[in-house]
């Protein structure tokens, strides 16, 4: 793979994130076309919520490089009135003990075909995503394209698609009190987060 990064004349990158890895391994920044990647509207728009929960999602594995933990230890410690923690996919092993844990805190509902998820989304109010790493996090779009605010880590190319601020927030990877404090504000402040 190295060699064929040499190699070619170009590189797609999707992601101001990915573009810093690249050159921090010595590729060329002249070689690298940032494209970030985009959702079909079709598939992914927002449809009335029908109550009143603050509802958290998260799409995607449930693995620790996704940061599931932070997410799960956040919510856990914050126990926000009239509020929920909605988790979407497929499950890893390796959260088990998260799992275990965070019991009662959340609502795991495993993997949901794609076409359905627009369903999931437009029943919350934030999209959590706390990778530690994740070239392109596409699930930060799809929630977008459903109306939700975005809490997102720095490693997950959601600098590209989030304004600070205006569709949601960017915090430091592994920072549960970061989240915490974006969670509560959004709680709080519900307007805004819907103008979000």
Not at 85 to 94: A, K, M, Q, T, Y
Not at 100 to 111: D, F, M
Not at 154 to 176: A, H, Q, W
Request: one cysteine or more.
């Amino acid at each position: 793979e190295l060699k064929e990064y040499d190699e070619v004349d170009y590189i797609s990158i999707p992601s101001k994130f990915v573009k810093r890895t690249f050159i921090e391994k010595g590729i060329r920044e002249e070689k690298l076309i940032h494209i970030p990647y985009g959702v079909d509207l079709h598939e992914f728009r927002q449809i009335p919520k029908k109550d009143d929960v603050f509802r958290v999602v998260y799409a995607g594995a449930m693995t620790l490089q996704k940061g599931v933990h932070y997410l799960l230890q956040a919510f856990s410690e914050l126990n926000l009135p009239l509020s929920e923690l909605l988790l979407v996919g497929g499950f890893n092993d390796e959260i088990a003990p998260f799992f275990k844990e965070y019991e009662g805190s959340y609502k795991w509902i495993g993997h949901v075909p794609q076409r359905e998820l627009y369903k999931y989304y437009s029943e919350s109010s934030v999209f959590a995503f706390m990778s530690i790493q994740d070239g392109f996090g596409m699930v930060m779009a799809q929630a977008m394209a459903c109306g939700l605010p975005v809490i997102c880590t720095l490693n997950t190319g959601g600098e590209d698609i989030v304004r600070e601020g205006i569709d949601g927030f960017i915090i430091p990877i592994r920072d549960v009190k970061a989240l915490k404090e974006k969670l509560v504000y959004l709680h709080e402040n519900i307007e805004m987060c819907k103008a979000m």
